[in-house]
Structure formats: structure tokens, C-alpha cells
């Protein structure tokens, strides 16, 4: 077992200006992703993504991830059953914060690779 982190910073006012290109957000975002249009909430799970491929080592398609919130609200990161069988991954567990400007997201994962 091995554990990978990654982490990732988003200035908020840049995901809102790209929240008004729908193209952008098609390609990066699940519709149930953006049930809460905040950009800061956007910011989060964008952040969210980009630690997880960090964590990784690799950027992949946006949509094979996707992050939901728990009835508590605390978020988790699903993602698609062909990276989970390529990424050999037994757990993610993730956290998102967000302040003023900037949304931050922290990711641990648990995988099989040695
Ligand atoms: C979790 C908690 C510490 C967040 O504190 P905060 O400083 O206000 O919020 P931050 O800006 O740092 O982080 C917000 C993010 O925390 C995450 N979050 C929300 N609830 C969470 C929880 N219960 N556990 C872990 N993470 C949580 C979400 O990703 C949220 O982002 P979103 O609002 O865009 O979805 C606070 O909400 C808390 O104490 N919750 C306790 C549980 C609770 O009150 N549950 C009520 C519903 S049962």
C-alpha cells in the first residue's frame, strides 16, 4: 500500500470569470457539481481535481472525477471505475476550504501500488 497526497490552490475570482464559459465548464464540471453555482463552492471541487491528478502524477479527463458532498456537507472524491482499475485505488479521502479569494483542496489516497 502507498499513499499519495496532493494539494492544490485556486484563486476564486479566476474560476468565476471561466464560470461564465460554458464550454469550460461542460468539459470540467458534472451537472450535480454545479447544483451550488457559487464560484467559491466551484473553486473548491476545481481544486479538488487538480490534487487528485496530482496526487496521481497524472492529469486526466475532468469528468472521470467528481466530487459530492455528504448529508454533513464534508466532501468526497468519486471517480470513474477505469481509473480506479488503471490507479489501483482502495481510498481517497479529501478536504476543501475556502477564504476571501482563494480555494484550497487536499487529497489523500490510498493505493496498491507499492
Ligand atoms: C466543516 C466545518 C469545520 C467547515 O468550516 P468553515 O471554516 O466554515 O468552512 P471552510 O470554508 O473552511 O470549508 C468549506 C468546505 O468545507 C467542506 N465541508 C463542509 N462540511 C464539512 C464537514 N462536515 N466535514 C468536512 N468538510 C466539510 C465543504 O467542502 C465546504 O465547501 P462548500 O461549502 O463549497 O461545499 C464546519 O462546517 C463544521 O464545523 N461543521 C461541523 C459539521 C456540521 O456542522 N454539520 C452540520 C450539518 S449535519
Redesign the pocket.
Known sequence: MEIKTGVDIVYIPRIGKLMENEGFIKKTFHASECR?Y?A??IA??FAAKEAFFKAIGKRSDWLKVEVK???????MLIISDELNETRRIEDIDL?????KDY?IAAISILTKNA
Open positions: 451550488n457559487k467559491e463552492h473548491g471541487i458532498n455528504k448529508k454533513t456537507g464534508r466532501p478536504s476543501i476550504s475556502h477564504d480555494a
